[in-house]
């Protein structure tokens, strides 16, 4: 398992896979990250200041993710990422964070605000057509609005490749997504071991005619596999 890497083409940044107690929702139909989990927060600890040690602050931005929302992070890591991002001169901290758990962002921001590290805030939309999104993938996300479930947040990824995607519909959830958030990250489907299983053809269809259209545009991420950032894996 690979738990830290460097992106260094669009948004350039340090980027590291914590470790916590995993998810709290656990009912999204596409989703296993939350096995990357552990109830025991020594080991996960030790996990994760060997992941954030490898920080060297070269960008001065930081991406720590953890297969969950930051919320679920035991507290001596959340002081360690402080730490980090005082000594690493990191100026900016991009995290993520379940809408359900979007009450305890602003406490978060305080508590980086005080260290001088503006932080921005990534959202699982994965689709902003409301009726798949909670019908199929079970986001539980009880908002069908865009500018409201953007509220609180600074970013959202989106998932494709799945059955009954279109072509259209990706554009449109890209284009919406474009509108209420400052960056984008597109993922496309793999196979893992949760229920609802990637289209073959829908992924063909998105890297022939949606990839291109959106593959240079800096505000936009798209990961075809779900290493593309140079973390996870086995």
Known sequence: MQRYSMIQDKNPREIVLLRGQGCRYRQCTFCDYYLDAS?????????????????????????????GSFCELDESTLALLETICREKHIHTLHVECHWLYRRAIPEFRKRFAAINV???VKQGVETFDAEYR????????????????????????LLFG??????????KDIEIGLTWFSRVCVNLMVSNSANLAPDVQVREDFIREVYPVYRDNPRVDILLENTDFGVGGK
């Open 39 to 67: 109830r025991d927060e020594g080991e996960n600890f030790q996990i994760n200041k060997e992941a954030l040690g490898k920080v060297t602050g070269e960008f001065g931005v930081l991406e720590a993710i953890n297969s």
């Open 134 to 157: 909670e019908r199929v993938m079970r986001k539980g996300i009880r908002e069908e609005d865009p500018a409201k479930i953007a509220e609180d947040f600074d970013e959202c990824c």
């Open 162 to 171: 799945l059955p009954g995607q279109t072509v259209d519909s990706m554009k």
């Open 118 to 120: 503006q932080v921005k």
